[in-house]
Each structure stands twice: as structure tokens, then as C-alpha cells.
């Protein structure tokens, strides 16, 4: 098991520690309803340094990008970032994650914790042909720290004694603190204001601790994997494993706006191209049960007696105080309003098909 | 940790409280709550169902996952409490008054030999923590 440099903090902080793939990373300090209404109402610190980190650096660098990603990075300009989709030739999704554009021949991609490795060994393997290209994998030498809500903004400035407001949303600056250079970037999985903020593994604890004891009197709260996940899930943010893995493609889900086109040539293009044509079978939907009871991964969807899909995402919502999921089901089923029921447990409850997000932020 | 010493417990961390000669209630420990922490739903067997001591009874679930509750001994619910359905956090706030489960009448009394001391239970929550 992989430990964060941040591990020693989190048991200071009573954490309820998890494996998480290969981590041990904090599922809740608390409760789990508390830590998610702390996000959305206030602000909260998360540990995210299990999540991949893979810097690209060559003159072909842009194109090679364009050649493995289904959203278009010509758009990027330096110090910006762009949420996208890897797909493999069948057009199933490999991972879906951040590409920083640092300058014109150097990227940074922000990999789910689950897929690093498979993301190197096949960026490696398509890199042949754009030469001289460095991939370097930085997960261990660089931590990342997420800091969410509608008061991070605010809180870092308190930290730094600096201001940050100028960082818009899917832009990214550098900031150098007492000698330490910190990458922030104002991007999150929480459905909430928020910034990310890259440093050197060694000063990781050192950052953690500023952040806590400038904020903690105006109620930052460090948050675990467990609020992490019931925040993305009301955003309707994906999570791949769940709502996304090889044999769904981008089409499929609620994230086909990933997928340019018309940006020329790409991985897994003329497959999705077909499909678009033909149209999918199936649909990715966000539903909300009607009667009670708790959807989890896996479980059943019908349709009367027909099976119809499968539970991609399923959990409370603490802001909707509603039971929602996301599910793949059959395409002709995938509209607002339909009723639909999820089995659980040898039962089946009703549910119906609502439009997500399930919860959208105010915006200032 | 709270373990009210005129209760019996299992090492599944249900406890039993006698009423009368036959009928018992039923709930979960402090111990069991706290390790749950949220919990967000509770489903209850239907008043009639005949329950085999061991066996999955209830089932409560908290904002990560789901978990099975054991019937500490064998015999007929002949009462719910739908109140915990409606507040699943009363299960939480007060898991030996208002979050209690269910009711029982006990088809065998032997089986009252099975259960746990608080003193005994002590020991399983202290093993466990």
C-alpha cells in the first residue's frame, strides 16, 4: 500500500483510513454528511495526492496531445486546462483527465489514481511517432491538495496574504511561496468554486498545515474520499470504474461534449464517427429514486419485467436529501420523467429519470 | 461506549432487551453506530415474518454502503419501528431508546444462553476497535 507524504497529518486528524486502489488514503474524519454540507457551504481541504501526475515535454508535444485526446487542446492557450476524454481505436473510454497546457511544447495530464499506470504504458506506446517526446510520471514527486467551497477563494488569499480572484475557472497560474514554487489551479470535483494546488511531495505537509491553521477559525475542514464522492456525484461529474471504463464510450454517457469532431484526426474517431451516425444503444441518465431506498454500483435497472441497464453511481445526496444515481440503461428509456425501478436487494423500487446535475452551485 | 448493563448483546453488535416472558426488542449498539457513522436508510422485515437467530433481519445503510443486521435469536416480529424509516438518524442519536429495530416474541429460550453479558460484549468492542 502507497502512502501520501500527507498520511501522518490525516491520522493526527483522526481519519478513518481506506485503501483506495494502491493507497491508504482518508475516507471521512468526521461524517461524511457534515464534511460534503461544510463544501458546499463553506469550504473544505482534501488530500488528493493519489491521483496520477504526467508531464509531457517535446516539440510534437501539442500534436501528440491532439492525437490522444477526444477534446480539442489547439484551443488551449499557455497556463489553461482542459477537461477531455483518452479513448482507445473502438472508441471505449481509457480515462478521462485534465491536460495543463504550460506552453506550447509542455503539458501537464492529471490521471485518475486507478489508470496511471495503463495511461504511461499507452501514452508511451502511441508516442512513438512524435519523437523526441519526454513523458515523465511526477505522481510521487509532486502532491496535490484540493481546496473547495464557495470560500476558497477567500481562504487562500488569507493563507498567502495574496490575491487569486484573477485565476478564472479551467486556468491555472505559478506562485511562489517563501522559495516553494506552488502550481494553483482553479479546477475541482465538488461542483463548487475551487482551486488545486500542485507542490513539491517534501513541502506537502508544510502547505496542508498553512492552509489549516490560517483557515480553521473560519471553519475549513479537512474533507474525506467519502464527502469527495457524494459532491461529484450531485455535480454529475463522472467517475471512472463506475460511470466509465473500456467498454462504454464517450457517446454513451453525459460527457459526449468531450468528443470535437471536427478537430481532425484522433484516437478512437472513426468508431465514435459511427456510432454517432448510428446512434447508441444505450444512454448513461441521472435518476432519483421515488420510493425508498438506497442505489448502489451494480445493481439492476428494469423496466417491468425487462432489464434495462445497470446502476453506474449510486448514493444519499446530503444537498437534495434525495436517493439519486446515474445509470446506463437502454437509449429509448433514457428520458426525463420515464419510470424506471432499481432492484435492490431482491426488490425492486420505483425510480424515475430526471435531468442532472442533481445540484448546481449559485454563481457569484 | 455506552453498553447499558441490563441488556444482552451479540458479537454482530445487535442488543436484546427483554420485556416479558416471550417478547424482546431489539436494536443496534453505540459501538455498532458509531461505526457506521451516517446512517441514511433502514429497512425492516414486515410484522409476521418468522426470523431464525444468526440470520439477516434488517438492513441499515449508511452514506458508503449497506450492512446486514442478525436476528440475535429465533422467532416472530410482531412490531416495527417505522419511525427509524422516516429519521434513519434517530438510529444515531439515540441507538438504545428511539432508534431501536424491532420487536420480537421468541420461539426458544434456550437461546437466551447464546447472548452476551455487557461485560462480554465490552470485550468484543474493544478487540474490535
Known amino acids: ?249 464517450p457517446l454513451e454517457t453525459t460527457i459526449d461534449w468531450t468528443v470535437k469532431f471536427d478537430k481532425g484526426n484522433f484516437i478512437g474517431r472513426d468508431a465514435l464517427l459511427r456510432q454517432k451516425i448510428k446512434g447508441v444503444d444505450r444512454k448513461l441518465v441521472g435518476f432519483e429514486m421515488i420510493d425508498r431506498g438506497i442505489p448502489r454500483h451494480g445493481y439492476t435497472v428494469l423496466k417491468g419485467n425487462e432489464t434495462i441497464g445497470r446502476v453506474a453511481s449510486g448514493s444519499f445526496s446530503p444537498s437534495t436529501k434525495k436517493n439519486i444515481g446515474l445509470c446506463l440503461i437502454k437509449s429509448q428509456y433514457a428520458k426525463m420523467g420515464e419510470e424506471l425501478q432499481i432492484q435492490i436487494r431482491d426488490k425492486n423500487y420505483n425510480a424515475r429519470v430526471v435531468k442532472t446535475p442533481f445540484y448546481k452551485r449559485e454563481f457569484r | 461506549m455506552n453498553i447499558p448493563s441490563e441488556l444482552l448483546y451479540t458479537k454482530t453488535h445487535e442488543w436484546v432487551k427483554k420485556i416479558n416472558s416471550k417478547e424482546v426488542i431489539v436494536g443496534i449498539t453505540d459501538f455498532a453506530q458509531q461505526q457506521l457513522k451516517d446512517i441514511v436508510f433502514v429497512e425492516l422485515p414486515s410484522v409476521g415474518k418468522e426470523l431464525k437467530m444468526g440470520k439477516p433481519c434488517a438492513v441499515v445503510e449508511s452514506v458508503k454502503a449497506a450492512y446486514d443486521i442478525y436476528s440475535p435469536l429465533s422467532g416472530k416480529v410482531v412490531k416495527v419501528n417505522h419511525e427509524i424509516q422516516e429519521k434513519p438518524q434517530l438510529v444515531n442519536e439515540d441507538p438504545y431508546g428511539d432508534g431501536w429495530f424491532l420487536q420480537i416474541e421468541i420461539a426458544n429460550l434456550n437461546e437466551f444462553n447464546s447472548l452476551l453479558s455487557p461485560s462480554q460484549y465490552r470485550v468484543i468492542t474493544e478487540s474490535e476497535h
Request: overall charge negative; glycine content about 6%; hydrophobic content about 40%.
Open chain 1, 1 to 249: 500500500m502507497k502512502k501520501t507524504p500527507l498520511y501522518d497529518a490525516h491520522l493526527k486528524l483522526n481519519a478513518k483510513m481506506v485503501s483506495f486502489h494502491d493507497y491508504v488514503m482518508p475516507l471521512q474524519y468526521d461524517s461524511i454528511i457534515s464534511e460534503h454540507h461544510c463544501v458546499r457551504k463553506n469550504a473544505g481541504i482534501f488530500d488528493i495526492s493519489h491521483m496520477g501526475r504526467i508531464e509531457l515535454f517535446g516539440d510534437k508535444a501539442l500534436p501528440f496531445i491532439q492525437q490522444i485526446i477526444t477534446n480539442d487542446a489547439v484551443r488551449l492557450v499557455d497556463n489553461q486546462a482542459l477537461y477531455t476524454l483518452i479513448c482507445n481505436e473502438q472508441g471505449g473510454i481509457i480515462d478521462d483527465i485534465l491536460v495543463y497546457r504550460r506552453h506550447e511544447n509542455q503539458f501537464m495530464l492529471v490521471v485518475n489514481c486507478s489508470n496511471t499506470e495503463k495511461d504511461l504504458l499507452w501514452l508511451r506506446k502511441q508516442a512513438i511517432d512524435y519523437q523526441p517526446l519526454k513523458i515523465r510520471d511526477l505522481t510521487d514527486r509532486v502532491s496535490l491538495i484540493a481546496l473547495q467551497g464557495p470560500q476558497s477563494v477567500n481562504m487562500l488569499e488569507v493563507a498567502f496574504k495574496s490575491k487569486f480572484d484573477y485565476i478564472k475557472r479551467f486556468y491555472f497560474d505559478d506562485y511562489v511561496w517563501n522559495g516553494i514554487r506552488i502550481t494553483i489551479s482553479r479546477t475541482g470535483y465538488t461542483g463548487e468554486d475551487g482551486f488545486e494546488l500542485f507542490v513539491d511531495a517534501k513541502h506537502a505537509v508544510k502547505l496542508w498545515n498553512l492552509l489549516i491553521e490560517k483557515n480553521k477559525q473560519d471553519g475549513l475542514r479537512p474533507i474525506g474520499l467519502g464527502a469527495r464522492d457524494t459532491l461529484r456525484l450531485e455535480a454529475c461529474l463522472l467517475l471512472y470504474g463506475n460511470d466509465m471504463d473500456e467498454t462504454i464510450t
